[in-house]
């Protein structure tokens, strides 16, 4: 009889248990992660950095990792720029609703905070283009393109154009090397 009812006992724990985890796992679930967010993954890693703008070159490093459950790429770069330590921070990520990718970007520059809600890759998926609202050298409002461009696993390229008047112009350049 003891016997019994610790049986007893025993299975209406593994039911409770199991019940409530089924629960947990449909409440705390995200929804699927979009295809369109698992392209940001062509960023993740460590990478060597040559920056090219206004005339001078300096090296910098880059760590880009997807965080928040696979919908966030989170971009950490460091170096130096015009004899000065550099620091930047962005996030990028998929926004289903419009079909486009949205980031932030912000740095040690004192320029204010760079946001883009329109980025799209190509359709081959090597190059990503967004634009972006800021300030051009002199403080003035100014539009920009973003492009970041992957010609193979181990290279990508970062470049800033400054869009006024119907004309493109190349203001800041990035090669990057990944590390092993």
Same mark, same amino acid.
Request: glycine share 12%; aromatic share 10%.
């Given at each position: 009889?003891?016997? $019994?009812?610790?049986?007893?006992? *025993?299975?209406? #724990?593994?039911?409770? *248990?199991?019940?409530?985890?089924? $629960?947990?796992?449909?409440?705390?679930?995200?929804?699927?992660?979009? #295809?369109?967010?698992?392209?940001l993954? #062509?960023?993740?890693?460590?990478?060597?950095?040559?920056?090219?703008?206004?005339?001078?070159t300096?090296?910098?490093?880059?760590? @880009?990792?997807?965080? @928040?459950?696979?919908?966030?790429?989170?971009?950490?770069?460091?170096?130096?720029?015009?004899?000065?330590?550099?620091?930047?921070?962005? *996030?990028?990520?998929?926004?289903?609703? !419009?079909? $486009?990718?949205?980031?932030?970007?912000?740095?040690?520059?004192?320029?204010?905070?760079?946001?883009?809600?329109?980025?799209?890759?190509?359709?081959?998926? !090597?190059?990503?283009?967004?634009?972006?609202?800021?300030?051009?050298? $002199?403080?003035?409002?100014a539009?920009?393109?973003?492009?970041?461009?992957?010609?193979?696993?181990?290279?990508?390229?970062?470049?800033?154009?400054?869009?006024?008047?119907? !004309?493109?112009?190349?203001?800041?350049?990035?090669?990057?090397?990944?590390?092993?």
């Open positions: 009889m003891q016997l $019994t009812f610790l049986f007893v006992v *025993l299975i209406v #724990a593994l039911l409770v *248990l199991s019940a409530s985890s089924h $629960t947990a796992k449909q409440e705390s679930g995200a929804p699927p992660l979009p #295809a369109e967010a698992k392209r993954e #062509a960023w993740v890693g460590t990478w060597d950095a040559e920056v090219s703008m206004m005339g001078e300096s090296q910098g490093s880059e760590t @880009c990792r997807i965080e @928040c459950g696979g919908h966030w790429l989170v971009t950490e770069h460091s170096g130096s720029f015009l004899g000065g330590p550099f620091q930047g921070r962005g *996030l990028t990520g998929f926004d289903a609703a !419009k079909g $486009t990718y949205a980031g932030v970007w912000v740095d040690s520059s004192g320029s204010p905070m760079s946001l883009y809600t329109d980025g799209r890759f190509s359709a081959d998926g !090597k190059t990503f283009s967004a634009e972006v609202e800021g300030l051009d050298p $002199t403080g003035k409002p539009r920009f393109e973003y492009r970041s461009s992957f010609p193979e696993a181990k290279k990508r390229t970062f470049e800033i154009f400054q869009l006024a008047g119907g !004309k493109k112009e190349l203001v800041m350049s990035i090669r990057y090397s990944k590390r092993s």
